[in-house]
């Protein structure tokens, strides 16, 4: 049971829609400014997208940099900590596109359109 309660831990970390979408942006670009982090997640909202980082702050995985000038300069980057994650979250989204793959092996690359018509 007390190894369940560790995973439980890491899933508090990257449960969420965006979480893992955030990170794997700062993995990808590197340090980002608030704008780029919107524009390179178009779907996700200003609310929703302060939330989920500040919740990453908190657990140092990702650092917040804020820089004294007008107007103001917010940078965010994946902490030395939080880049232990990388090996987990490459692993994870290489599984979902070979879960994707093997979806549409099995139904067809329609099977989305198909599954909302029912």
């Given at each position: 049971?007390?190894t ?6 890491s ?20 340090t ?38 007008v ?18 979250l ?17 139904y067809?690359?329609?099977r ?6 029912r």
């Open positions: 049971m007390d369940y309660c560790k995973f439980e831990t899933l508090d970390i990257l449960v969420g829609k965006w979480k893992p979408v955030i990170l794997l942006r700062l993995f990808e670009d590197g980002m400014r608030f704008s780029e982090l919107q524009k390179a997640i178009p779907d996700i909202t200003k609310k929703m997208l302060t939330q989920q980082l500040r919740e990453l702050e908190y657990h140092d995985i990702v650092h917040r940099e804020v820089y004294q000038q107007p103001p300069k917010v940078e965010y980057s994946i902490t030395e900590y939080g880049r232990g994650m990388h090996t987990v490459k692993a994870m989204n290489d599984w979902g596109v070979a879960h994707i793959e093997h979806l549409n092996e099995l067809g690359e329609n989305l359109e198909e599954k909302s018509s």
